[in-house]
T-cell receptor, first 114, second 116 residues
């Protein structure tokens, strides 16, 4: 069965600093992995996804993530944090079933200090 | 191009009551999935509808039921509400049954349900 673990429920960085949000997954089949962002009182917006091929995935708003099979990780990074990046971030794995629903981690709330 | 729209945005109900939440998928999408997001948690999959049938279901009791209409819109019904049903209910749409595991979900802004 697939599962997702996000390390750190709350991460705080200074504006301009590196953002690193950690995600580890468990999957018995090649995983399809996603990062979503949720701003207050809004739904989820897709940041990036890994399906097959290149292990370094670039997404919107300057975010990227690297799929590391040996470490079963899919950490999200951004070189320089901006105040507008403050939000909650969710890592998700798509199940192996044909309908492919998502299994989400518990989320990491990112705070950006001026 | 309208995205996923949900109504109402907020709802307050009393324990034991029944509630219906509505979702219109993104234009061109024919599959609707529902998720429950409790406070401080990630979304949890409730069920998915395609061709007006429930195709997959998560670990939710029968009190949770749904429907999909010919225009692909969908309803989520919850009977005999419990305090623990208080959550943000998210609707997500996609194209196809999801056999293409690349097909991303597009989420609505959700309905905030409070059960008192």
């Amino acid at each position: 069965a697939q599962s997702v673990t996000q390390l750190g429920s709350h991460v705080s960085v200074s504006e301009g600093a590196l953002v690193l949000l950690r995600c580890n997954y468990s999957s018995s089949v090649p995983p399809y992995l996603f990062w979503y962002v949720q701003y207050p009182n809004q739904g989820l917006q897709l940041l990036l996804k890994y399906t097959t091929g290149a292990t370094l995935v670039k997404g919107i708003n300057g975010f990227e993530a690297e799929f590391k099979k040996s470490e079963t990780s899919f950490h999200l990074t951004k070189p320089s944090a901006h105040m507008s990046d403050a939000a909650e971030y969710f890592c998700a794995v798509r199940t192996g079933g044909s309908q492919g629903n998502l299994i989400f981690g518990k989320g990491t709330k990112l705070s950006v200090k001026p | 191009d309208a995205g996923v729209t949900q109504s109402p945005t907020h709802l307050i109900k009393t324990r034991g009551q029944q509630v219906t939440l509505r979702c219109s998928p993104k234009s061109g999408h024919d599959t609707v999935s529902w998720y429950q997001q409790a406070l401080g948690q990630g979304p949890q999959f409730i069920f998915q509808y395609y061709e007006e049938e429930e195709r997959q279901r998560g670990n939710f009791p029968d009190r949770f039921s749904g429907h999909q209409f010919p225009n692909y819109s969908s309803e989520l019904n919850v009977n005999a509400l419990l305090l623990g049903d208080s959550a943000l209910y998210l609707c997500a749409s996609s194209f196809g049954r999801g056999d293409d595991r690349n097909s991303p979900l597009h989420f609505g802004n959700g309905t905030r349900l409070t059960v008192t």
